[in-house]
């Protein structure tokens, strides 16, 4: 099977996928805070839930981790794949939401995104970029099996994610006060985005000038 008929298959897996988490986030709304949500961080599970929730987060990381698996050929396509589903899955569970029930209603409204190891928030938009960039490139970097990121790219990826990492976490204390933080860091996050994107497209810049395949 192609790479292209490999990456469709993924996608379709991951848009499927979200929208079963979508639609379990609905009924777990409508069980306990109904329908109409103000605001994400006044959703409160109950205690007895919170560790299920915890549970179905490694679930879903692991059913994404497996379709790469599946679909890859080597430990590198497997990071590539693992990459374009987590983006696609993220992409489609914000919108298959907002078929189901509206929500959320603008791109800045505020979610909270992941429990692991502590929770992550931040307005829609954020997470929905990232996802994007995480499309693009796995995207890109799978039609081109020959390249290779370099050791200089991987550092800037690395430090360009905890930058996004700490701009959704550093103010997780918001979420056990059930307030809504001040602001979001957007200066960590673009600073994060633009380091890591500035990783992959150095590198391209670089094979370019040495006459390499773009």
């Known amino acids: 099977m192609s790479v292209e008929k490999r990456a469709l298959w993924v996608g379709l897996y991951a848009v499927a996928m979200a929208a079963v988490e979508s639609a379990v986030v609905v009924y777990l709304r409508a069980l306990h805070t109904g329908p109409e949500l103000v605001s994400i961080l006044a959703y409160a599970l109950p205690d007895r839930l919170v560790s299920i929730e915890v549970g179905r987060e490694v679930a879903t990381l692991v059913m994404l981790i497996a379709v790469a698996a599946l679909a890859a050929q080597s430990a590198w396509e497997r990071f590539l794949y693992l990459a374009l589903a987590f983006g696609v899955w993220d992409i489609f569970y914000y919108a298959w939401l907002w078929v189901f029930i509206g929500w959320p209603p603008s791109l800045f409204t505020w979610d909270i995104l992941f429990l692991i190891p502590v929770p992550w928030l931040g307005p ?45 976490t550093v103010d997780y204390g918001a979420v056990l006060a059930r307030t809504d933080p001040a602001r979001f860091r957007w200066e960590l996050f673009w600073a994060g985005v633009v380091i890591a994107v500035a990783g992959v497209l150095g590198d391209r810049a670089r094979r370019l000038g040495a006459g390499a395949s773009p």
């Open 124 to 168: 829609v938009l954020a997470p929905v970029i990232v996802s994007f960039c995480l499309v693009g490139g796995s995207l890109w970097l799978l039609r081109r099996p020959a390249v290779r990121l370099s050791r200089r790219a991987w550092v800037l990826m690395i430090a360009g994610g905890i930058l996004v990492l700490v701009s959704f």
